[in-house]
């Protein structure tokens, strides 16, 4: 079961669908299903197997309780948890082999309030598997102060959902060449290349700040390191369902 969590845009549920493709086109033996979590999207790319929508609709908690888009969106995830039991059935009755789970627009509401990691502990009864799939979206990470805001970002949702693996992603690499993308992979695997790449002014904030980022992902077990992926391209995913698997791999219980 992997959560794809990011910044709203950065391409989660364009790769939710194509990553459940790409797996059962290439593994007919492997079932997957999608599980759309995010209960304001209005059109999807791809047909979720299970859709919360299905039981929360934006507009008629707006009606319900009055209230205006980016409140009900709010609500509209803390009630969520009314309906894990639905979910846990529907999640049941295909008995796949992979969930993958599609999170909302704004990974805030997933991952800053209660609702994601409760949603994340009590869908992975039993001994389901979960990993964590952050999404850095290469419009903001080109410089070395959007790359860190964004990996602060990584290093608190990776707290968030502290006792579940997290893989990393470089998402849309499509929209840059092969130096950018060798020099953002670089950056997250050796923090002082990324202070090298900084104005002399902000170079000591950044190694402070780089050096307190690693040490979050070093205890809670991850690390930073970026696979860089494009649902356009087709590229990465197999990098990125081979991480998937060695998560799931490592731990010889039933996963999804
Ligand atoms: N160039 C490019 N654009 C992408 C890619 N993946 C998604 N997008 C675009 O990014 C926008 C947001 O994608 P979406 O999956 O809805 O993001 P979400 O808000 O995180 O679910 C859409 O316009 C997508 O077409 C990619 O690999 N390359
Ligand atoms: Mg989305």
Redesign the pocket.
């Known amino acids: 079961m992997n959560y794809?969590i990011?910044?709203?845009?950065?391409?989660?549920?364009?790769?939710?669908g194509e990553i459940k493709d790409y797996v059962e086109n290439r593994n007919p033996e492997i079932s997957a299903i999608t599980l759309n979590l995010?209960p304001g999207?209005r059109v999807l790319?791809y047909q979720p197997d299970i859709d919360i929508r299905d039981y929360i609709v934006l507009e008629e908690v707006m009606d319900q309780y009055s209230l205006g888009p980016n409140g009900a969106m709010i609500l509209a995830s803390d009630l969520m948890v009314n309906y894990l039991d639905d979910l846990k059935d529907e999640i049941d009755e295909y008995n796949p082999d992979w969930i993958f789970v599609?999170t909302a627009?704004q990974l805030e509401l997933f991952a800053f309030r209660e609702t994601g990691p409760l949603i994340a502990s009590t869908l992975g009864f039993g001994s389901i598997q979960r990993a964590v799939t952050f999404?850095f979206d290469?419009n903001f990470v080109l410089r070395p102060n959007g790359f860190i805001s964004t990996l602060l970002l990584a290093a608190s949702v990776q707290f968030r959902f502290k006792n579940i693996s997290q893989i990393n992603v470089l998402?849309?690499?499509?929209?840059l060449d092969e130096d950018q993308i060798d020099m953002i992979v670089n950056w997250s695997q050796d923090f002082r290349a990324l202070e090298d790449s900084t104005n002399e002014r902000e170079k000591g904030l950044i190694r402070e700040l780089s050096m307190l980022i690693s040490e979050v992902f070093i205890q809670l077990g991850s690390t930073s390191e970026l696979i860089p992926?494009?649902?356009?391209?087709e590229k990465g995913l197999e990098l990125l369902f081979g991480y998937l698997q060695r998560i799931f791999d490592s731990d010889n219980s039933k996963f999804y």
Request: net charge negative; glycine share 14%.
């Open positions: 794809f990011g910044t709203a845009g950065s391409g989660k549920s364009t790769l939710t995010d999207v790319l599609d627009g999404l290469s998402s849309k690499v499509d929209l992926c494009s649902t356009k391209e």
